[in-house]
């Protein structure tokens, strides 16, 4: 297969300006009528060429002018017309079978409801269309069904609706904002539906409207709250009112990924917009939250201003996500949530980044562009726009970003030109800042200082790295901000001086392979506390001494680099113990630490959790290799015997002292609370007596919401044994007729590192309740265990890597995108021993050799081999 590349943009040959649609729904049948109005874009002679896939043609007609088949062409990928007239009418209809679309792309049934999913290319499987995000026309759609049927829904406002004859009815839609075909959608089935309304700053009423399956509808009054903030925070923070009188939101059941920004009807998996207290986990809420802010976010960055092509999926992508990440920081405070946020980008870009699947934040080539919507896309594209802002400062940030909406507002545009906004608002030249878009690969920074008491000056010298990438062997250094702040010995802040100024902190922007900054009227030797609030996506390696990790796990004021030093502490720890040389009185220090951190009154719950937490197993064998993922379980699960002896009185008190009264609340203080709890006593049970294996059943049996459930459930799992058993089957029992719990047990089980557990996992493929055509079930069982076991996914028999390539090879017979998701975990083979790395690349040779594999999981594993 022959790939798609950055530099063979071409403007569209043909603009397509208005679109009328009809559907005539059944659920075999379908019925589409399309009548564009199209124009030559410029002088040529060219045909015209539209996608589409998967359609049965009925006709085509010019201008009410039938064609004959030999003035069109009609193959599996396109609909060629040569010479058509410079300016004409098109109108199409074609048959198609939602049905028995299980790829779940283009027009598919979900619960016998009509649903869509679009981006990026699936409107051409619905009707013939320039399916290219630089197209952008103005809509209107006519939906008619049997009123069984009961909500007809499309994008924009409701223009009309009424009765047909024979039992059936109609709904007509326009949308008065031009819009390229992947930010269109339609629905039509039986739903519930939650009502509000917001005024905007300006004024207007907003209808807002939640569809929910049937019976459903109150658990969606905490999605209706977040989309409310959501409007709100976006008119504070960026200046950005809606649009459109109404704005919409379903839920769907089956749903490749998270959610759909859709013009004015963005579709949701489930299990991202429904909570309530006995089903959801405070995880579930905090996502919900995040998820809905990020779509309606896209309304203005990625509807209102769309991409030119899809090289540029980042331009909305990194972009929302970082205005997502803002506003969950501003709901649920800056500090615990920047640091979930590197949690994340660690475990899923890094890896990514370090593999051989990198690829830059704005790459320049793909097979199939489904298997961009990355880590590196999102979570790396939002780490640049955050640096963009540091280097810039906010408020020069704030006007870049009113230049880039003023300027780009209802067009399709580029990363250069986003790029451009800030350059000319802030008079710098960017030219260099770019190459974070261009250049793959997580850089390693240096950092080492040098105090001079005589002369009460520190030196920083810093210098970056950053090693070859596929296709990219050589690097250039790239434009870093390290944010810089000293302490004491008690960990108190040393203020200084910068080039004459007094300071308590400051950027450091390493520009060139090598800086050396020199601090002044520095008092005594400090401890530097560096890269703050990661101020840039590296990986960093400094000369300090583990006493000064100590300091800053003590007392740092920058919440993050408090918690990076207790991580950092951790990591050497383990890894020194998976390497055979353990340093037990480097473990008893740490515990300790931790004991003291605990204490500190002032700290919100939320972060001590995350203090409570190690560094994942992933992250360790990212740090270390090759990487032995059992002697790496043995050694974490070692130092969280530690600690849990070491604090278990702190432990217990904190599970008796949190314990919830009164009625559930979702805000984050509430979570925050809920999160210690559960985090002590899981620690507790990391070294387990029957005092524990009584408290942790207990604390499942009483669970009066999903949260506790889950984490008495977890507890017991770490137990084993008759509990967890009897736990377990207790739990399926409970919540059998409830899909997006049920999604829970399977990943619970997925997840357990046990010996024995294995067989389980291999076997729940075989339950009643496992369905390998939901996507949230198939990643409840599969991408759980292929992503959060290392310990049982790398067994040595290599029986793990064979299910994940039964799976994909499964899957892929009917959803390619969904299954080339799954490839991702086999693409670490480099990093682990030879023996574990030559079972997985087995497995991805088996998957490239199997008959009729997809472009997306041959790009994805043939990539991985190479
Ligand atoms: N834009 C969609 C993702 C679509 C994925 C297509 N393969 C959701 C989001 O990022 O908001
Ligand atoms: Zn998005």
């Avoid at 009054?221 to 459109?244: N, Q, V």
């Avoid at 736990?727 to 409830?738: H, I, M, P, V």
């Amino acid at each position: 297969p022959q790939p798609i590349r950055l530099s063979d943009y071409r403007p569209p040959a043909y603009l397509i300006d208005t679109v009328h649609l009809t559907f005539d729904l059944a659920p075999n049948t379908t019925r589409v009528k399309a009548r564009l109005t199209i124009r030559r874009n410029g002088d040529h002679a060219e045909p015209l060429v539209l996608n589409g896939e998967k359609l049965k043609p009925i006709s085509v007609a010019i201008d009410g002018r039938e064609l004959a088949e030999a003035e069109r062409t009609i193959d599996a990928e396109v609909l060629t017309i040569p010479n058509p007239p410079a300016a004409f009418e098109l109108a199409t209809e074609v048959e198609i079978d939602p049905e028995n679309n299980k790829a779940l792309d283009g027009l598919y049934m979900s619960g016998g409801r009509f649903c869509t999913q679009c981006e990026a290319e699936g409107f051409r499987k619905i009707t013939w269309f320039a399916d290219r995000p630089d197209v952008l026309a103005r809509y209107t759609v006519r939906i008619e069904a049997p009123k069984s049927f009961q909500r007809l829904l499309s994008n924009g406002n409701l223009m009309e609706a009424g009765d047909l004859p024979g039992g059936r009815h109609f709904a007509v839609w326009n949308d008065p904002f031009p819009k390229p075909c992947y930010l269109f959608a339609l629905v039509a089935g039986e739903l519930d539906e939650l009502v509000d309304s917001l005024v905007t700053m300006s004024g207007r009423t907003i209808d807002l409207r939640i569809y929910v399956d049937p019976g459903m509808a109150d658990r969606a009054t905490y999605a209706m709250d977040a989309l409310k903030r959501s409007m709100k925070w976006d008119e504070e923070a960026f200046g950005r009112e809606y649009d459109l009188d109404l704005f919409m939101i379903v839920a769907v059941r089956d749903f490749n990924f998270g959610a759909m920004e859709n013009k004015g009807l963005n579709i949701f998996n489930a299990s991202l917009l429904l909570a309530d207290p006995a089903t959801a986990t405070d995880l579930d809420y905090e996502r919900i939250e995040s998820v809905v802010a990020h779509e309606y976010f896209h309304n203005w960055t990625g509807d209102r201003i769309t991409c030119r092509d899809w090289f540029q999926l980042c331009l909305k992508e990194g972009l929302t996500v970082f205005r997502d990440q803002s506003f969950s920081a501003d709901m649920r405070g800056e500090a615990v949530q920047r640091i979930k946020d590197v949690k994340a980008l660690r475990a899923r870009q890094f890896a990514e980044d370090q593999g051989p699947l990198a690829h830059p934040v704005r790459p320049s080539s793909y097979l199939k562009i489904d298997n961009f919507y990355t880590a590196t896309i999102y979570e790396k594209g939002a780490e640049v726009i955050r640096m963009l802002r540091t280097l810039i400062g906010p408020e020069l940030f704030r006007k870049g970003m009113d230049l880039y909406f003023d300027r780009w507002d209802g067009h399709a545009t580029t990363v250069e030109e986003f790029i451009r906004c800030f350059a000319e608002v802030s008079g710098q030249d960017l030219s260099d800042f770019f190459a974070w878009y261009e250049q793959a690969g997580t850089p390693r920074l240096d950092l080492k200082h040098a105090y001079d008491a005589a002369a009460r000056t520190l030196t920083l010298e810093l210098s970056q790295k950053i090693d070859p990438t596929p296709g990219q062997p050589d690097k250039r250094p790239l434009p870093t901000p390290v944010r810089v702040g000293l302490l004491d010995a008690e960990g108190r802040t040393l203020a200084f001086q910068r080039d004459g100024q007094a300071m308590d902190e400051t950027v450091v922007v390493l520009k060139d392979a090598k800086a050396s900054v020199t601090l002044t009227d520095v008092d005594q030797a400090p401890v530097v506390s560096a890269l703050r609030g990661f101020s840039a996506p590296v990986v960093m390696t400094t000369d300090a001494a583990p006493k000064d990790r100590y300091v800053q796990l003590a007392g740092d004021p920058d919440l993050f680099n408090r918690w990076e030093a207790g991580q950092d502490l951790a990591r050497d720890l383990i890894l020194a113990r998976a390497a055979g040389k353990p340093d037990e009185v480097g473990e008893e220090r740490y515990a300790h630490a931790v004991q003291r951190a605990l204490a500190d009154q002032a700290a919100d719950p939320a972060f001590k959790a995350l203090l409570l937490a190690l560094p994942s197993e992933s992250d360790l064998a990212l740090a270390r290799q090759p990487a032995d993922p059992a002697a790496i379980h043995a050694a974490r699960d070692a130092l969280r015997q530690r600690l849990s002896l070491h604090l278990d009185e702190d432990l217990k008190r904190l599970h008796i002292g949190l314990q919830g009264l009164g009625d559930f609340s979702p805000d984050a203080a509430s979570a925050g609370r809920r999160a210690l709890r559960n985090a002590a006593l899981d620690l507790l049970a990391a070294n387990p007596r029957s005092e524990i294996a009584e408290l942790a059943d207990g604390h499942y049996r009483a669970a009066l919401n999903m949260t506790d459930a889950m984490g008495g459930l977890s507890a017991l799992m770490q137990i084993g044994g008759e509990a967890f058993e009897a736990a377990l089957a207790d739990f399926f029992d409970r919540w059998k007729s409830e899909p997006l719990v049920i999604d829970k047990w399977f990943a619970l089980q997925a997840r357990d590192p046990a010996d024995s557990a294995l067989g389980r996992v291999l076997g729940l493929t075989a339950h009643p309740a496992f369905d390998q055509k939901n996507p949230n079930r198939l990643r409840a069982l599969v991408s759980t265990f292929a992503g959060f076991n290392p310990a049982r996914f790398h067994d040595p028999s290599g029986a793990g890597y064979r299910f994940l390539a039964d799976q994909i090879l499964a899957v892929d017979g009917f959803n390619p995108m969904t299954a080339a998701r799954l490839v991702e975990p086999l693409g670490g083979w480099r990093r682990y021993t030879p023996e574990l790395g030559a079972l997985m690349k087995a497995q991805l040779q088996r998957i490239v050799e199997a008959p009729g594999l997809s472009k997306n999981v041959y790009e994805l594993a043939s990539k991985a081999l190479a």
